[in-house]
Antibody, heavy 115, light 113 residues
Framework: EVQLVESGGGLVQPGGSLRLSCAAS????????MTWVRQAPGKGLEWVAD????????YYVDSVKGRFTISRDNAKNSLYLQMHSLRAEDTAVYYC????????WGQGTLVTVSS | DVVMTQSPLSLPVTLGQPASISCRSS???????????LNWFQQRPGQSPRRLIY???NRDSGVPDRFSGSGSGTDFTLKISRVEAEDVGVYYC??????????FGQGTRLEIK
């Protein structure tokens, strides 16, 4: 069974940084695009970023460009999201998602940006 | 960016009755390869989203056959033939035809009357 397990969320002050991780298992991670999707409390789903299987292409929603970096380590079956200059509006549950079509989702990790 | 508009945003339904959710895109979702990349997701309370339908009408493994997807171009529909208690939650449409960015509808909250 495909598993995606996120970690690294927590409380951070505005302007701070955080690195999210996603451990993937039971599929050939290195052959899939991977995606981060977030959901602010009580709100809908928002695509954040995605990355090509070999890491050579990365795409971001405009609101995080220049602040967030998506990356992956195929040897470790892991996906990452490095977040800098965090704002209150980045507060959300961040989901790791397999592919761009979203066939498998992790349980999410909560990021709270607050002073 | 492609805007996805769902209606209704709230959907009270009696158990055993049908339900229908509409999703409209601001431009055609037909890709150059002839496919239409429109998916539907269900998010039950307190859970992660789960994909139900991909490429307009293809049901994912394990999804009950009471769920069906249809549509073309800019107009799409998710139908539940007979609503059950476990269907309560929020339903989202998502397009990946015109990526980046991938965009979602606002969500439709289904509740039992």
């Amino acid at each position: 069974e495909v598993q995606l397990v996120e970690s690294g969320g927590g409380l951070v002050q505005p302007g701070g940084s955080l690195r999210l991780s996603c451990a993937a298992s039971d599929f050939t991670f290195s052959t899939y695009w991977m995606t981060w999707v977030r959901q602010a409390p009580g709100k809908g789903l928002e695509w954040v970023a995605d990355i090509k299987p070999d890491g050579s292409e990365k795409y971001y929603v405009d609101s995080v460009k220049g602040r967030f970096t998506i990356s992956r380590d195929n040897a470790k079956n892991s996906l990452y999201l490095q977040m800098h200059s965090l704002r209150a509006e980045d507060t959300a549950v961040y989901y790791c998602v397999r592919g761009q079509w979203g066939d498998y989702w992790g349980q999410g990790t909560l990021v709270t940006v607050s002073s | 960016d492609v805007v996805m508009t769902q209606s209704p945003l709230s959907l009270p339904v009696t158990l055993g009755q049908p339900a229908s959710i509409s999703c409209r895109s601001s431009q055609s979702l037909v890709y150059s390869d002839g496919n239409t990349y429109l998916n539907w997701f269900q998010q039950r309370p307190g859970q992660s989203p789960r994909r139900l339908i991909y490429k307009v009408s293809n049901r994912d493994s394990g999804v009950p056959d009471r769920f069906s997807g249809s549509g073309s171009g800019t107009d799409f529909t998710l139908k539940i033939s007979r609503v059950e208690a476990e269907d309560v939650g929020v339903y989202y449409c998502m397009q990946t035809t015109h990526w980046p960015p991938i965009t979602f509808g606002q969500g439709t909250r289904l509740e039992i009357k």
